[in-house]
């Protein structure tokens, strides 16, 4: 990440981590949320959050900061499958005695 004031280089980091949260996971709502989705249109889970946002309505948000895996393509399922036995233990930890 180059730093800049007045054209000229002022700091340098090679491969920074930026820290940041994003959308993922499984999504637990209430019933009412219904009342937000328009029908006969395609509304997506963003545009969602984004209706909720500009009415200034509460969303409630729980950091998770455990292993997370997608699989939500079949390349993905497929990998999981072959790979069981060495991403379970991250999974599901307890289970394999950590």
């Not at 984004?50 to 729980?62: D, G, I, K, N, P």
Request: one cysteine or more; aromatic letters at 10%; hydrophobic letters at 40%.
């Amino acid at each position: 990440m180059l730093q800049v004031s007045d054209e000229r280089l002022s700091g340098f980091e090679e491969k920074p981590t930026i820290p940041f949260l994003v959308s993922m996971g499984v999504y637990g709502v209430s019933r009412a949320i219904v009342d937000w989705i328009p029908e006969d249109e395609p509304f997506g889970f963003d545009q969602l959050m984004q209706s909720l946002l500009a009415a200034r309505e509460q969303v409630r948000v729980r950091v998770h900061d455990g292993y997370w895996l997608d699989i939500g393509r079949p390349d993905d399922y497929q990998n999981i499958c072959e790979n069981w036995t060495d991403v379970a233990p991250r999974l599901l930890p307890e289970a394999h005695g950590r």
